[in-house]
């Protein structure tokens, strides 16, 4: 615990040495906003709920969480770090989860300085609030499931941009599974029950139903375990291939 | 101390390091030399636990690095090969992080930290980041690392590669001042060292031990008496025909 402790502390230290904490959390802030505002028609509904904001968080993650996962695991192999790492009196584990929970609250911290939008709403009209942090919750743990997708792809490379590529990529196949484009893929040939099983692994499903304002235990198990497999992937690539 | 046995490691067909055995006891000051891909680096790679061996072990101060990793890797410190360290950091962020990982605290954590800022004169570059700093600079932020936990077991890959001669003369000093009761590894290609800090000296081509000796015992095997004569007739007689061009090189 002391291990990942102090891992998780370097690690989140690290976004703010560099702009990259400035310059996501900016990015992230404007895009939310434009998104709810333009796209979503936030004013124009009428509604006092924070729906047009939360439709987009799967498309703005899609395109940012890569963008601060890349570095989890790319960086230590580009710059050799990660001989350091493996040989200070630590496990892999607790490397992994350390520097997975520093990527994870740092954009906890984005998606929290989303506030005003929230005490816009409340401005307005009387939402019902306790969906709103239902969705707050969803949304942070749909970030939470995007980012062990690109610990485990920054794990696989030393180059950022193909990180952030596949990540990218897989992303959008969770994000898709549930859809005809994706589906498409496996009917005629696969059973029922495994087109069944790929539909489940959506994000959009999970994220849209506690979106809702309904907090199922099964969507919560659902992006434990997403994170916790990929996790467990990330371990093991690095485990396999330390040097290159 | 340490203790190496058939230590093998092949990457597909070529094999870095071939059935290497050897052990080291307090006291000494072991030199690995050879020519550039002689192993050097990977053979300390396994013994830091980085690298898992193909076959055969490792145990530093009797703990199995494979068996028992956390154990070993606390009695040992390390500087990899080029210094790697997280160059957003300041140096004394990094020196603490350091410092937290290696379960420092109180007052020895503060006399630990002192103590290696000031051997190796980082003083004055504590607020600034490690990347901005100078090569030599860089290389003795990467042995505060190595050093500050006071280990039993020093491992380091070219302790001295872009240092000027002051400051490789001071590395040496420190490294002597430590030798009487630690296990001291340096690899290196600057064979003068090996006279300067070692009381024993490993030459290894291939993957394979060459020779073993003290360095003026080894010395005295070429008519001149120089090391360099030595390291060379040993190192190229050894190199069998597709390691010719990288010797040739080194």
Same mark, same amino acid.
């Given at each position: 615990?002391?291990?990942?402790?102090?891992?998780?502390?370097?690690?989140?230290?690290?976004?703010?040495?560099?702009?990259?904490?400035?310059?996501?959390?900016?990015?992230?802030?404007?895009?939310?906003?434009?998104?709810?505002?333009?796209?979503?028609?936030?004013?124009?509904?009428?509604?006092?709920?924070?729906?047009?904001?939360?439709?987009?968080?799967?498309?703005?993650?899609?395109?940012?969480?890569?963008?601060?996962?890349?570095?989890?695991?790319?960086?230590?192999?580009?710059?050799?770090?990660?001989?350091?790492?493996?040989?200070?009196?630590?496990?892999?584990?607790?490397?992994?989860?350390?520097?997975?929970?520093?990527?994870?609250?740092?954009?906890?911290?984005?998606?929290?300085?989303?506030?005003?939008?929230?005490?816009?709403?409340?401005?307005?009209?009387?939402?019902?609030?306790?969906?709103?942090?239902?969705?707050?919750?969803?949304? %942070?743990?749909?970030?939470?499931?995007?980012?062990?997708?690109?610990?485990?792809?920054?794990?696989?490379?030393?180059?950022?941009?193909?990180?952030?590529?596949?990540?990218?990529?897989?992303?959008?196949?969770?994000? %898709?599974?549930?859809?005809?484009?994706?589906?498409?893929?496996?009917?005629?040939?696969?059973?029922?029950?495994?087109?069944?099983?790929?539909?489940?692994?959506?994000?959009?499903?999970?994220?849209?139903?506690?979106?809702?304002?309904?907090?199922?235990?099964?969507?919560?198990?659902?992006?434990?375990?997403?994170?916790?497999?990929?996790?467990?992937?990330?371990?093991?690539?690095?485990?396999?291939?330390?040097?290159? | 101390?340490?203790?190496?046995?058939?230590?093998?490691?092949?990457?597909?067909?070529?094999?870095?390091?071939?059935?290497?055995?050897?052990?080291?006891?307090?006291?000494?000051? %072991?030199?690995?030399?050879?020519?550039?891909?002689?192993?050097?680096?990977?053979?300390?790679?396994?013994?830091?636990?980085?690298?898992?061996?193909?076959?055969?072990?490792?145990?530093?101060?009797?703990?199995?690095?494979?068996?028992?990793?956390?154990?070993?890797?606390?009695?040992?410190?390390?500087?990899?090969?080029?210094?790697?360290?997280?160059?957003?950091?300041?140096?004394?962020?990094?020196?603490?992080?350091?410092?937290?990982?290696?379960?420092?605290?109180?007052?020895?954590?503060?006399?630990?930290?002192?103590?290696?800022?000031?051997?190796?004169?980082?003083?004055?570059? !504590?607020?600034?980041?490690?990347?901005? %700093?100078?090569?030599?600079?860089?290389?003795?932020?990467?042995?505060?690392?190595?050093?500050?936990?006071?280990?039993?077991?020093?491992?380091?890959?070219?302790?001295?590669?872009?240092?000027?001669?002051?400051?490789?003369?001071?590395?040496?000093?420190?490294?002597?001042?430590?030798?009487?009761?630690?296990?001291?590894?340096?690899?290196?290609?600057?064979?003068?060292?090996?006279?300067?800090?070692?009381?024993?000296?490993?030459?290894?081509?291939?993957?394979?031990?060459?020779?073993?000796?003290?360095?003026?015992?080894?010395?005295?095997?070429?008519?001149?008496?120089?090391?360099?004569?030595?390291?060379?007739?040993?190192?190229?007689?050894?190199?069998?025909?597709?390691? !010719?061009?990288?010797?040739?090189?080194?």
């Amino acid at each position: 615990m002391h291990n990942v402790a102090t891992i998780f502390r370097r690690e989140f230290a690290s976004y703010f040495a560099t702009p990259l904490a400035l310059v996501f959390i900016v990015i992230f802030l404007v895009l939310a906003g434009a998104f709810a505002f333009y796209l979503g028609g936030f004013y124009e509904r009428g509604q006092a709920d924070l729906a047009p904001f939360f439709n987009y968080h799967p498309w703005l993650y899609l395109f940012l969480i890569p963008a601060l996962s890349m570095r989890l695991w790319a960086e230590e192999r580009k710059a050799g770090t990660i001989e350091l790492l493996s040989t200070l009196p630590i496990t892999l584990g607790q490397a992994v989860i350390g520097k997975f929970l520093a990527a994870w609250c740092f954009a906890g911290l984005a998606l929290a300085l989303t506030f005003p939008i929230w005490i816009t709403v409340n401005y307005l009209g009387s939402p019902d609030n306790g969906a709103i942090l239902a969705a707050y919750v969803g949304s %942070l743990l749909m970030a939470g499931g995007f980012l062990a997708i690109g610990a485990c792809m920054s794990a696989t490379t030393s180059n950022q941009v193909i990180a952030f590529i596949f990540t990218v990529v897989i992303c959008f196949g969770f994000l %898709l599974s549930g859809f005809p484009m994706v589906l498409g893929l496996f009917q005629g040939w696969a059973p029922q029950a495994v087109i069944d099983a790929v539909a489940s692994l959506s994000f959009l499903t999970h994220f849209n139903s506690i979106s809702k304002g309904v907090i199922d235990l099964r969507d919560l198990l659902y992006f434990g375990t997403l994170i916790a497999v990929w996790l467990a992937a990330t371990a093991i690539v690095l485990d396999m291939k330390k040097a290159d | 101390m340490i203790e190496i046995n058939h230590l093998t490691k092949r990457y597909g067909g070529l094999t870095a390091v071939d059935d290497l055995s050897f052990s080291v006891q307090p006291g000494e000051v %072991l030199g690995f030399l050879g020519p550039n891909g002689a192993g050097k680096s990977t053979t300390m790679k396994m013994i830091t636990g980085f690298l898992a061996p193909t076959s055969g072990s490792v145990s530093v101060c009797g703990h199995d690095v494979d068996a028992a990793p956390l154990a070993a890797k606390a009695c040992m410190g390390y500087l990899p090969e080029g210094a790697p360290a997280y160059g957003e950091m300041t140096v004394r962020g990094f020196l603490s992080f350091i410092a937290d990982v290696r379960g420092l605290s109180g007052e020895r954590r503060k006399q630990r930290l002192d103590d290696v800022t000031g051997r190796l004169a980082l003083g004055s570059v !504590q607020e600034q980041m490690i990347e901005t %700093l100078s090569k030599g600079f860089k290389r003795r932020v990467g042995l505060a690392q190595a050093l500050l936990h006071d280990p039993p077991v020093l491992i380091l890959d070219e302790p001295t590669d872009g240092l000027d001669p002051n400051q490789k003369h001071e590395v040496r000093t420190l490294i002597n001042a430590m030798a009487k009761d630690k296990i001291i590894v340096i690899s290196t290609h600057i064979l003068e060292e090996v006279d300067a800090v070692c009381n024993r000296a490993i030459i290894i081509a291939n993957g394979r031990i060459l020779a073993d000796d003290t360095p003026q015992k080894l010395a005295q095997r070429a008519p001149s008496g120089r090391l360099d004569e030595v390291f060379r007739s040993i190192t190229t007689a050894a190199a069998p025909a597709n390691h !010719q061009g990288a010797v040739a090189h080194a």
